[in-house]
């Protein structure tokens, strides 16, 4: 058990199999190694086994909230979803904001662990100390809008106020590999197929009951030292502050209109750079400003909702009224973010602001990853030109009606192409010979930064032990924002070891769970502060950027384990030499990967991207059986 501050010392395993529930405590070793959320949730599921199958009843769904959620501290309203994912085959953890994080917190638990499988649907209903598991076979079918206003009134909460509901829609319930878990209104774990597992359990929605029982600290006086000097970072940052920061204003859609100008705005499936050079090259009526935060903000912003504790509201709720197959849809939908527009607009070859809002709303509401929806319809879009799916289907660039309707038709399984498109890029790669096609890193695909413009988002992607991801190290924070230093987006010397730091700093923000969001003000010093006053813990900061290499390489090592090694750390083709050169200020550039996955290797002290098992001692991890490899080893030579 630990009596650390911040913790329930409280975390249910629910074998959905029998409906049988245990309780246990958080062992403190392991609270002081992991910390809680990411890193404690990843250990649950390495302990499963790295040889589950991702939809097998073996398989552990491990949504945790760390020792920060649902405290005073700022952006503390995070919650991690950690499992084995469907759609990539590595670990996986995803995030979502809202209330839920902080809801169970305050419902007496860090942590719930689901294994097994239910024999027909099933809910789970969380309250004081206890979770309960209900019939869900009503709810099966449902969008996840009717589900969650449906439950709302069957467990007798006010949603909002003391109710929280995590579900997902017909894509966990058919299988679909990058189906998300939604959250209250439209927030998402959207990488990774975790609503895919979800469904595999036949587990439709979790339910958390809760009023505000924010944790005390152990020790007031360091805590408030390090609240007051977050509060004041997040103040005064042009990105952060409230009602005047960009964030604040116009939300992550604030890089929109950034991301043209610095011609890294991946378009047309990554052949462009920015729609700009997409308009001047093919005379297409595309303009990224259409969809950017800026003119979101102008002409259909309804409301700036918040999370826990955060003062800086950057979810936009929209609301539109567009027409559809000569039919007038309103909608009002949360998350007009910056990499949904991207993947569901100007990847797929178009800029209407409205038909993405619709497209935005069908997703949530189907439970689908916005980012891999969209990228897996431009992939297709390619496809169709190039004439590689002939006899499944065929889907047009910026073809927005189709693309609304093909939405529901992936979730449903509904024909051959939504058959096809919901297995994810890799089994289409396979499927069709499709590969050049495919945006993806290890199965999952780019968010929306071209590495042929910031180049640390290519050894980013490369290492991203969930495939291709923008969170796990978060590089355009110091090549786009100057945080905590500008460097040039376009250099790709030094992007190794300054991945490395962002990826270790952002495992340990993950695992307290606060939002990444913070680390646009605060730095290590802030987290050292509040981590400590919370806990009661005396850690310095260089113990805590340890325990964020040790998290980081505990999921490199489950990896490993699994199969991958350095050769999974790619990219798609056209970033690199044989790829399709830039435009505008990206002309000629591509991505030097191998010179910064060296630079990056030997600054982790990893063998041609395996832990080994000197490092994995350096650090503490005593899981598993180790890699078998020594730090002595070297790459196998070349092919000829």
């Known amino acids: 058990m630990t009596e650390l501050g911040g913790f329930q010392d409280r975390v249910a395993r629910v074998d959905l199999s029998d409906g049988e529930v245990a309780y246990e405590s958080i062992d403190e070793e392991d609270a002081k190694k992991y910390i809680g959320a990411r890193g404690l949730g990843v250990k649950y599921v390495f302990e499963q086994g790295v040889d589950v199958d991702p939809l097998g009843p073996d398989n552990l769904l491990a949504f945790m909230n760390g020792p920060l959620s649902g405290t005073q501290v700022t952006m503390s309203g995070r919650i991690a979803v950690c499992t084995k994912s469907p759609l990539t085959g590595t670990v996986t953890d995803s995030h979502h904001g809202g209330w839920s994080g902080a809801r169970l917190k305050w419902a007496g638990f860090d942590g719930l662990l689901f294994e097994g499988e239910a024999d027909e649907p099933v809910y789970a209903v969380v309250e004081d100390g206890e979770i309960e598991l209900r019939d869900a076979s009503h709810l099966w079918g449902e969008g996840f809008h009717d589900t969650r206003d449906a439950l709302e009134e069957e467990v007798d909460g006010s949603y909002g106020k003391n109710l929280s509901v995590m579900g997902i829609g017909p894509g966990g319930e058919n299988g679909v590999k990058y189906a998300c878990i939604m959250n209250e209104d439209d927030r998402a774990s959207g990488r990774g197929g975790t609503g895919c597992v979800m469904g595999s359990k036949n587990l439709k929605a979790i339910v958390v009951k809760s009023n505000t029982r924010m944790p005390k600290p152990a020790d007031p006086e360091t805590f408030k030292e390090g609240h007051q000097q977050a509060m004041q970072a997040i103040t005064e940052s042009d990105v952060t502050a409230p009602n005047e920061g960009g964030l604040s204003m116009y939300g992550t859609n604030v890089l929109m209109n950034i991301g043209e100008e610095m011609d890294g705005l991946p378009t047309k499936n990554g052949r462009y750079t920015s729609t700009e050079a997409m308009r001047d090259a093919e005379g297409a009526d595309i303009d990224a400003e259409r969809v950017s935060g800026e003119n979101v903000r102008e002409n259909i912003l309804v409301d700036e909702p918040t999370c826990h504790s955060c003062p800086v509201a950057c979810k936009k709720e929209v609301e539109v009224t567009a027409m559809h197959k000569g039919e007038e849809m309103n909608v009002r939908t949360e998350s007009y973010e910056y990499e949904s527009a991207y993947a569901l607009g100007p990847n797929?070859?178009?800029?209407?602001?409205?038909?993405?809002?619709?497209?935005?709303?069908?997703?949530?509401?189907?439970?689908?990853?916005?980012?891999?929806?969209?990228?897996?319809?431009?992939?297709?879009?390619?496809?169709?030109?190039?004439?590689?799916?002939?006899?499944?289907?065929?889907?047009?660039?910026?073809?927005?009606?189709?693309?609304?309707?093909?939405?529901?038709?992936?979730?449903?399984?509904?024909?051959?192409?939504?058959?096809?498109?919901?297995?994810?890029?890799?089994?289409?790669?396979?499927?069709?010979?499709?590969?050049?096609?495919?945006?993806?890193?290890?199965?999952?695909?780019?968010?929306?930064?071209?590495?042929?413009?910031?180049?640390?988002?290519?050894?980013?992607?490369?290492?991203?032990?969930?495939?291709?991801?923008?969170?796990?190290?978060?590089?355009?924070?110091?090549?786009?924002?100057?945080?905590?230093?500008?460097?040039?987006?376009?250099?790709?010397?030094?992007?190794?070891?300054?991945?490395?730091?962002?990826?270790?700093?952002?495992?340990?923000?993950?695992?307290?769970?606060?939002?990444?969001?913070?680390?646009?003000?605060?730095?290590?010093?802030?987290?050292?502060?509040?981590?400590?006053?919370?806990?009661?813990?005396?850690?310095?900061?260089?113990?805590?950027?340890?325990?964020?290499?040790?998290?980081?390489?505990?999921?490199?090592?489950?990896?490993?384990?699994?199969?991958?090694?350095?050769?999974?750390?790619?990219?798609?083709?056209?970033?690199?030499?044989?790829?399709?050169?830039?435009?505008?200020?990206?002309?000629?550039?591509?991505?030097?990967?191998?010179?910064?996955?060296?630079?990056?290797?030997?600054?982790?002290?990893?063998?041609?991207?395996?832990?080994?098992?000197?490092?994995?001692?350096?650090?503490?991890?005593?899981?598993?059986?180790?890699?078998?490899?020594?730090?002595g080893d070297s790459a196998a030579p070349a092919d000829d």
């Open 348 to 631: 797929s070859g178009h800029t209407d602001r409205d038909a993405i809002a619709l497209m935005l709303d069908r997703c949530n509401d189907m439970g689908l990853d916005t980012i891999e929806a969209g990228n897996m319809m431009a992939m297709a879009m390619e496809m169709t030109e190039e004439g590689k799916l002939e006899g499944v289907g065929e889907l047009d660039w910026g073809d927005t009606e189709t693309m609304i309707d093909m939405i529901e038709q992936i979730a449903h399984r509904e024909n051959d192409l939504a058959d096809l498109l919901a297995e994810g890029p890799r089994r289409v790669s396979e499927a069709k010979d499709a590969h050049d096609n495919s945006l993806a890193v290890k199965g999952q695909t780019i968010a929306a930064y071209d590495p042929r413009c910031m180049k640390g988002m290519g050894i980013g992607y490369a290492t991203s032990n969930r495939g291709a991801c923008h969170l796990r190290g978060y590089t355009p924070a110091a090549e786009i924002l100057g945080i905590p230093e500008k460097v040039d987006p376009y250099e790709y010397e030094g992007k190794g070891e300054l991945t490395a730091a962002f990826q270790d700093l952002h495992a340990i923000s993950d695992s307290f769970d606060i939002c990444k969001f913070n680390a646009f003000a605060e730095g290590i010093e802030e987290y050292v502060l509040q981590y400590n006053g919370m806990t009661g813990l005396d850690v310095s900061e260089e113990d805590l950027l340890e325990t964020g290499e040790r998290i980081y390489n505990l999921e490199r090592y489950y990896n490993n384990l699994v199969g991958f090694d350095g050769d999974d750390d790619s990219l798609p083709a056209r970033f690199l030499e044989d790829g399709i050169p830039g435009q505008g200020a990206s002309e000629g550039e591509y991505c030097e990967l191998e010179e910064m996955k060296a630079e990056y290797y030997d600054h982790r002290g990893w063998v041609d991207g395996v832990v080994p098992d000197e490092k994995l001692d350096e650090l503490g991890i005593d899981l598993g059986p180790g890699t078998g490899v020594s730090a």
